[in-house]
Nanobody, 124 residues
Framework: QVQLVESGGGLVQAGGSLRLSCAAS????????MGWFRQAPGKEREFVAA????????YYGDSVKGRFTITRDNAKNTVYLQMYSLKPEDTAVYSC?????????????????WGQGTQVTVSS
């Protein structure tokens, strides 16, 4: 019943920046923890970032820590992923996810709803 739609992906040069958005259709967005995951061809899904329902708590994957920032605007039912200093190894399909079952989590299996994904390609 909750629908998530990502946008903002595209092609960018190494060292550049990009901001992804995830818009949610649910009426109780403010009570959902949110996360971002990515998956490259032939590789397993990788945790990127997560944020609690209030925005007070955030987690980041080791490979993106210090370069990516997750934020949310509950009034707009939207979560963002701001990416700086992009590297070719950041190339992947990025998906957002939502859960009401836990305050915050890095585990993909604990998320209840998923978006369709948006492609990010970083050239060298």
């Amino acid at each position: 019943q909750v629908q998530l739609v990502e946008s903002g992906g595209g092609l960018v040069q190494a060292g550049g920046s990009l901001r992804l958005s995830c818009a949610a259709s649910g009426r109780t967005f403010s009570r959902y923890a949110m996360g971002w995951f990515r998956q490259a061809p032939g590789k397993e899904r990788e945790f990127v970032a997560a944020i609690s329902w209030s925005g007070a708590r955030t987690y980041y994957g080791d490979s993106v820590k210090g370069r990516f920032t997750i934020t949310r605007d509950n009034a707009k039912n939207t979560v963002y992923l701001q990416m700086y200093s992009l590297k070719p190894e950041d190339t992947a399909v990025y998906s957002c996810a939502a859960t009401s079952g836990v305050p915050i989590t890095t585990i993909s299996g604990q998320y209840d709803y998923w978006g369709q994904g948006t492609q990010v390609t970083v050239s060298s």
